[in-house]
């Protein structure tokens, strides 16, 4: 371990330190008597995080790092060889705080030589020394705190309230299609136990009965394989079949033919069944393929609504991550597409929004925390819709940059002016009217990819061309 050298700094020393080099011979002889150097061995862990906070550091030589603890992960927050750097006890002479446990980690990245002093009576010398500064420093402090842990609550309620805002919209049409087409189903299913009862007491013979079915069989092939008109060629289709109908007496014309229209339904093909199905049976014998017909899209509707629901809550587990928290080798297009898709309600009634993904085909994967990044694509995609309220064009573009993944959002939309590019990653910075920007989600995603994944969030902006560019290195940043 360590092996402390029974040195004293002199007072001239101690005033080289920048820490030090404003104050009187009484103090710096005060802090010559109480303090002492020490050495640590390359790969030492000065103090842990969370340790009783006992000593106060002043780097003399050496390169050090620090770090914390986030989740499971260690950060680390800095690495430097600047003599005169300071870590430890440092908030020991701030009453109220109960900073008695050090904040982070420190370690010796080389071997070190540190000036130590004793955390308790440093910090009684100093509030002696500089009373007004303290309690300044102490409102300042305070103050620190309870914005942070106040910036940390609504860091989570933001993501939270993107995510279920995005999800119930998203939710509510596949859910009420799909309550809708279950009722209308039941409708259907009942008249065609009807129709059957009628078929059944009208003495049709089985044969007939046969074609009916094989009728129904073929109409719902057809339907599956039927080509999709347009607005313009329904109507004219409609009109057709109408008029076929009517002209073959079957009755509820009007009503029918949508339905056969959107099932690739023909007059030649009703021509052709009028040669097979006798002719008293004709127009039970339509009815009865067009239940069939509109049983079978209801099922598909049905089926197209769960399916759209299931995509959905893949999306949002995706999105949220909720069941991975560590580091991982991701791919940084599935949880653009996974955002993209939460997010869709907004683009769509944003109006007038072209949205242009241009994802690179052959991307490698990075390590990164993706629910996280989730939050930076949403807060970044989300600004660029705001930026946009009269329509235009939102990129979502992916590349390879030699040891990094660049992804770039980009609108079309006012533009940021020069001074305010450095503001805007401030948090609490916001130009949108109160209740609508809370001024966080830059601050949130410049944070998440440059401490969190040792990469870099830039911005370029000129009216109607505005980029942020987030690039994330292939492999993890060291801690
Ligand atoms: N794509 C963009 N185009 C124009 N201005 C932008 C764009 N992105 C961000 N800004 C500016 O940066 C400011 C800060 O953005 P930030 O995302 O941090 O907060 P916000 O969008 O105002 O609020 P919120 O916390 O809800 O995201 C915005 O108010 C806006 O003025
Ligand atoms: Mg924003």
């Known amino acids: 371990m360590t092996e402390p050298l029974p040195q004293r700094l002199q007072p001239e020393e101690l005033k080289t330190l920048f820490l030090f080099e404003a104050l009187d011979d009484e103090k710096l002889e005060w802090l010559s008597a109480a303090g002492r150097v020490e050495q640590r061995a390359a790969g030492t862990v000065v103090f842990a995080e969370g340790e009783e906070a006992t000593c106060f550091f002043v780097l003399l030589d050496g390169m050090v790092s620090m770090h914390r603890q986030v989740e499971d992960t260690e950060v680390e927050v800095v690495r430097t060889d600047h003599r005169g750097v300071y870590a430890g006890a440092t908030q020991s002479f701030v009453r109220g705080l109960d900073a008695t446990r050090y904040p982070s980690s420190f370690r010796a990245i080389t071997a070190c030589t540190f000036w130590v002093v004793d955390a308790e009576s440093f910090g009684e010398r100093i509030r002696e020394w500089f009373p007004m500064a303290m309690h300044l420093l102490e409102g300042l402090m305070l103050g620190m705190r309870n914005s942070q842990s106040m ?31 279950t009722s209308a189903l039941r409708e259907r299913v009942s008249k065609m136990r009807r129709k059957l009862a009628h078929l059944a007491s009208a003495d049709v013979d089985s044969e007939a009965l046969m074609a009916l079915t094989e009728l129904q069989e073929t109409a719902v092939e057809r339907m599956v394989k039927a080509e999709k008109l347009s607005p313009i060629e329904v109507g004219d289709a409609e009109d057709a079949l109408s008029d076929w109908l009517e002209a073959h ?3 509820d014309a009007w009503d029918l033919a949508p339905a056969l229209v959107a099932a690739g339904v023909t007059a030649d093909w009703l021509s052709e069944v009028a040669d097979t199905v006798p002719a008293e049976l004709l127009a039970d014998g339509i009815h009865w393929v067009t239940y069939a017909l509109e049983t079978e899209q209801l099922m598909i509707e049905i089926e197209d609504s769960t399916d759209r629901i299931s995509t959905l809550v893949n999306a949002a587990k995706q999105y949220s991550q909720v069941d991975r928290a560590t580091f991982q080798d991701i791919d940084v297009r599935e949880g653009l597409r996974s955002t993209l898709t939460m997010l869709h309600y907004k683009i769509k009634s944003a109006g007038n929004i072209t949205l242009v993904k241009d994802l690179a085909t052959d991307l490698p994967t990075i390590p990164a925390h993706p629910a996280e990044l989730n939050q930076v694509w949403t807060n970044l995609i989300d600004n660029a819709i705001q930026a946009m309220p009269d329509g235009g064009t939102l990129t979502v573009r992916t590349a390879r940059e030699n040891d990094h993944v660049l992804v770039e959002v980009g609108d079309t939309g006012v533009g940021i002016p ?56 292939l492999v993890r940043p060291t801690s």
């Open 418 to 473: 020069k001074a305010l590019h450095n503001k805007i990653f401030e948090p609490f910075f916001t130009t949108k009217p109160v209740g609508e920007g809370t001024g966080l989600g830059l601050d949130i995603s410049y944070r998440v990819v440059t401490q969190r994944h040792g990469g870099d969030l830039r911005v370029q902006s000129e009216p109607g061309n505005t980029w942020f560019q987030v690039r994330l290195p």
């Open 249 to 251: 007496d079957v009755d």
């Open 151 to 181: 910036i940390a609550g609504r860091e989570r309620l933001l993501s939270l309230g993107r995510l279920s805002a995005g999800l119930t919209h998203e939710l509510n049409n596949p859910a009420a299609a799909a309550v809708r087409a």
